[in-house]
């Protein structure tokens, strides 16, 4: 995968709250590996947590740990707003069980981005929305275009 960067320069998410949504597949598991994040600290993203296969997202705090499945494409969401309602779902797998921190961010979206430990993934396709949630109408959209364009082997 090449180095990629995208501009973040967001408020915390208790301010203004963000939803990533992506289509990726673990590869290979390696303690701490970037799918996503915001810098090389790991102040925001989505990382490889501390059991094969297990990803964490964070936002300052690491919480929300879920499985994957290594060679299998999931559909992932992340929702990021400094409160309990902080998720991650990676296929069907969901977990919400505490918040993810109030970071401010003015750093770049980081994917395979030399001087980061970054995992083995595949990251087809990656959107944010931010200021809260996508509709469940528009969320269900997702989800077939998602099954549409991929395939019935995807987790979603």
Request: net charge positive.
């Amino acid at each position: 995968m090449s180095s990629t960067r995208m501009w973040h320069d967001r408020l915390a998410p208790g301010t203004t709250a963000a939803f990533w949504w992506f289509i990726f597949k673990p590869i290979a598991w390696t303690l701490n590996a970037t799918l996503i994040g915001t810098s090389a600290t790991q102040t925001r993203g989505v990382f490889q947590g501390a059991a094969s296969p297990n990803m964490r997202m964070l936002n300052s705090v690491q919480v929300n740990q879920t499985v994957t499945t290594l060679g299998s494409w999931h559909r992932g969401e992340v929702f990021f707003s400094n409160s309990v309602s902080d998720y991650m779902k990676l296929g069907a797998t969901s977990t919400n069980l505490a918040s993810a921190g109030n970071q401010a961010q003015s750093n770049l979206f980081l994917w395979s981005f030399a001087g980061l430990q970054f995992g083995n993934y595949a990251l087809a396709e990656f959107g944010v929305w931010f200021g809260g949630q996508p509709t469940a109408g528009e969320k269900s959209d997702l989800n077939t275009y998602a099954t549409n364009r991929y395939g019935g082997g995807l987790l979603v």
